[in-house]
């Protein structure tokens, strides 16, 4: 089973700022990873997939990056409502699929 | 707009039993495979299972193999999840999510997500 190890756990920026947040596989994983956003009380969101690409009517500051086994999400200047826990996954050789721990995007 | 609309979670004694659905709208139900997703009480995500669009080929998690049971009444734009032997570790909001694919192509990206249905194993 391939892990997926996301730092920090938790990143506490202001509001402009800009946001990285990193994603780590146990092994090469092509460019098959995802990020999601989840907010309190809500289902996740999907933001990016195949590393790269925005999924539909995600804003242009959230870009993703990374093949093999290191991946990034950039929040390029911060907006209120990007606070929130993010996660990554991974779609190469599954099932099973698997997600990192989140990483928690908070106001400082 | 793409709905999916879980239903059936409640509270259970471990060993019990429930049956999920997931009510799907917006798409044509039929051409895209199916996952389910838990979250446990202030945890990450996990991935349960998955089923084709014909229902053909189907997917668990080791820790829900031989106990959760995944199908789909395409007529009925339904999605279904038996579980059975529920243990605590079992408890959890669970998400019906659509796949990025369609028909034969399987993308193992969560395309869209339900708002959940919880699930509670406790005596």
């Known amino acids: 089973e391939i892990v997926l190890t996301q730092s920090p756990a938790t990143l506490s920026l202001s509001p402009g700022e800009r946001a990285t947040l990193s994603c780590r596989a146990s092994?090469?994983?092509?460019?098959?990873v995802a990020w999601y956003q989840q907010k309190p009380g809500q289902a996740p969101r999907l933001l990016i997939f195949d590393a790269s690409y925005r999924a539909t009517g995600i804003p242009a500051r959230f870009s993703g990056s990374g093949s093999g086994t290191d991946f990034t999400l950039t929040i390029s200047s911060l907006e209120p409502e990007d606070f929130a826990v993010y996660f990554c996954q991974h779609r190469s050789n599954w099932p099973p699929i698997t997600f990192g721990q989140g990483t928690r995007l908070e106001i400082k | 707009q793409v709905q999916l609309v879980e239903s059936g979670g409640g509270v259970v004694q471990p060993g019990g039993s429930l049956r999920l659905s997931c009510a799907a709208s917006g798409f044509t139900f039929s051409n895209y495979g199916m996952h389910w997703v838990r979250q446990a009480p202030g945890k990450g995500l996990e991935w349960v299972a998955f089923?084709?669009?014909?229902?053909?080929?189907?997917y668990y998690a080791d820790p829900v193999k031989g106990r959760f049971t995944l199908s789909r009444d395409n007529s009925k734009n339904t999605l279904y999840l038996e579980m059975n032997s529920l243990r605590a570790d079992d408890t959890a909001v669970y998400y019906c999510t659509k796949d990025q694919g369609g028909g034969r192509m399987v993308r193992g990206v969560f395309e869209y997500w339900g708002q959940g249905t919880r699930v509670t194993v406790s005596s």
């Open positions: 092994q090469g994983v092509d460019s098959y």
């Open positions: 089923v084709q669009y014909n229902g053909n080929k189907k």
